[in-house]
């Protein structure tokens, strides 16, 4: 039987072998990524160090241009001492921060070098980065002393684990267990324990050792940048591993020699025609991500909440909860930025404000059940998720009506007061408020500076009154607070999984209280005066009237002494309140 490697291109044998078996491929890269950077070679680091001594030893001296020249002018000055990395830097930066200043210009780019694109995580890197993120990697190797592949992780929001010396492959985390795990079998280069030489490239420490055979036993390997020429201990554990379960995929460009033959041949393995690292993994993530769309089934929102609760309650699991949540929000944004922003184009207004809604609901629940079940380790991605949907609305010059443009913001409205109304349940005041302050409008149509979101999403300035009030399905009724009343009409249903009925609507004068402070202390004045809404009462103002909402306020203040608000509310809490209370004096 002809077999599928046969019969497809490499690239594509390895494309779909990644997506079938998440998690069972690992990645080597050599100092051919990490050089496409700008990046030296250890070697180019060590002769860039000697000359560097030289000069400064006899500063009319030779320019040590070659190899020999380097290694001839080290002979004869040093010879008690073995040139190597881990020798020099030993010999020139005695301490931890002497010998990271001393390589951080080889390693860190400068300015001009960030200008020029360079000492940064490439193309290359951030596909394998996605990689991760997706599940499909778990493990990187390297033979490069920087920290690209960790940044270009970080970057996804992955802090991987990071195993570059024996003590760190002493207590590590198992491999299988592990969101990410970097595998510095060389060092990394702020670290005195490095390894360059052809003695220290000969043998790894026992633990490394171990962690290093384990790769090459039980994962198949993406490899890339990598000869297999100097890194002699590498090589051996690849070639003595016995496990020929999954394949080995490697560059065509770096596996022409005698030693990546072996390798290949040993253990099944093929070329991939890619003549660099960038295009070997931008093209692999390009097509496991087109094969995933065509395996994976939509997610109901059913399974998605479910999800969503599995997932918080595992740390190990917050990359795919981030996925998961971002996915539903992005859905939602892109719909919103598609909407239509001239009447023309629109049967019924009503129809427009319900494909909003429609859109709208899988992360409307989705965000008040993570609210509901998260901890303030969870509140960064919330506001990430508030700012994409703020971020749809990006209507620039031409023609449009300011109320449709306006209302690109509504699905954004809906989250934010529904993770709001949540929040106020819970008590986490802290995160409603980062909610109301920190996401930020950015698009103001030729108006300088970003809008807090307490302002973008004032429903005043989101919703059009007397469009709101003419919508068909209110068959003619007219509402006091039409913005307030359609608000509360529409969350009523998608909050009731984490919003009992008999409290939804004191949670939602809470809610409507607590912007409309916001507005009121953060906000400023003029076009973003504080919004009204039904928690204002119907009665006269002589009667000494609360706003409803202020009296559970008060209470969870005094639960509360250090509550975020106080500085906010100011020494004299009554007085501030007070005076919150006559912004909507005579509006009634």
Known sequence: MTSLTTVFDPSVSMAVNVQAQPGVFAVLLGSGVSTGAGIPTGWGVVKDLVRRIATATTPTGAALDTDDEVEEWWAANRP??????SALLAETGQTAGARRGLLARYFEPDEAELEQGLKVPTAAHRAIAELVKAGYVRVIVTTNFDRLAERALEDVGISPQVISTAEGATGMIPLQHAVATVIKVNGDYAELGMRNTHEELGEYPTGLRKVVKRVFEEYGLIVSGWSAEWDVALTRHAQAARS???PVYWDARSSNGEVPSRLLAARGGQRVAASTADELFTALHERVVALESLSEPPVSTAMALARVKRYIANPIRRVDLRDLVMSAVEKTATS????PVVFDEIETVDELFSAHFRSAVPSIQILATGAMHGEPAHHDLWVD???????????GPGSYNPALRDLRHYPALLALRAMGIVAIKRSDEALLLRLLQEPRWRVRYGVEGDVLAVNALNPWSVLDADIVQRLERWEGARWKEPQSHL???????????????SEYDEL?????????????LIGGN?????????????FGWGRGAKLRGEER??????????SPWMPLLGEDVESTLSAFRDEFSGRR
């Open 487 to 501: 608000l509360r009409a529409e969350l009523r249903a998608p909050l009731s999984g984490v919003v009992n009925e």
């Open 80 to 85: 008690e001492v073995h040139l190597g990395y």
């Open 508 to 520: 939602s004068d809470g809610f409507e209280y607590r912007m409309a402070l916001a507005q009121h």
């Open 336 to 339: 919103a930025e598609n909407s």
């Open 385 to 395: 998720a508030l700012q994409t949907l703020i971020d749809a609305n990006r209507v």
């Open 553 to 562: 306020f008060l209470e969870a203040l005094s639960r509360n002494p250090e």
């Open 244 to 246: 020929r379960r999954y």
């Open 526 to 538: 003029g076009s973003w005066r504080p919004a009204g809404g039904e928690f204002v009462p119907d």
